[in-house]
């Protein structure tokens, strides 16, 4: 098992910077390959950006979020990063990280084996 528990959501305006994290309990961190989702009101959830397991040197992005934002880990923390830059209103949505035990991350939810309970990030134009 692992837990997760994401932070740092809040209101920012268009424009603006924020930076989610994820700190994950209970299993060996670094085993994971770890996610970042979201989900708009009335919306399905959708893929943000992952990072392998290990070192963390492959990432992947949306689209939509590419070269705006940014994912990183931490593992002598335990901790899983989203930087995000240049907020937009399509941004916002709740915020979930995702863990999944394998080397090359998903962008599937279903692929993923946790979740945390999500953080709102709302943009104001």
């Known amino acids: 098992q692992v837990q997760l528990v994401e932070s740092g959501g809040g209101l920012v305006q268009a424009g603006g910077s924020l930076r989610l994290s994820c700190a994950a309990s209970?299993?060996?961190?670094?085993?994971?390959?770890m996610g970042w989702f979201r989900q708009a009101p009335g919306k399905e959830r959708e893929f943000v950006a992952a990072?392998?397991?290990?070192?963390?040197?492959?990432?992947i992005y949306a689209e939509s979020v590419k070269g705006r934002f940014t994912i990183s880990r931490d593992n002598a923390k335990n901790t899983v990063y989203l930087q995000m830059n240049n907020r937009k209103s399509e941004d916002t949505a709740v915020y979930y990280c995702?863990?999944?035990?394998?080397?090359?991350?998903?962008?599937?939810?279903?692929?993923?084996?946790?979740w945390g309970q999500g953080t709102q990030v709302t943009v104001s134009s």
């Open positions: 990072i392998n397991r290990w070192s963390g040197g492959y990432t």
């Open positions: 995702a863990a999944e035990e394998t080397v090359v991350p998903a962008r599937e939810p279903g692929k993923y084996d946790y």
């Open positions: 209970g299993r060996t961190f670094y085993t994971f390959a």
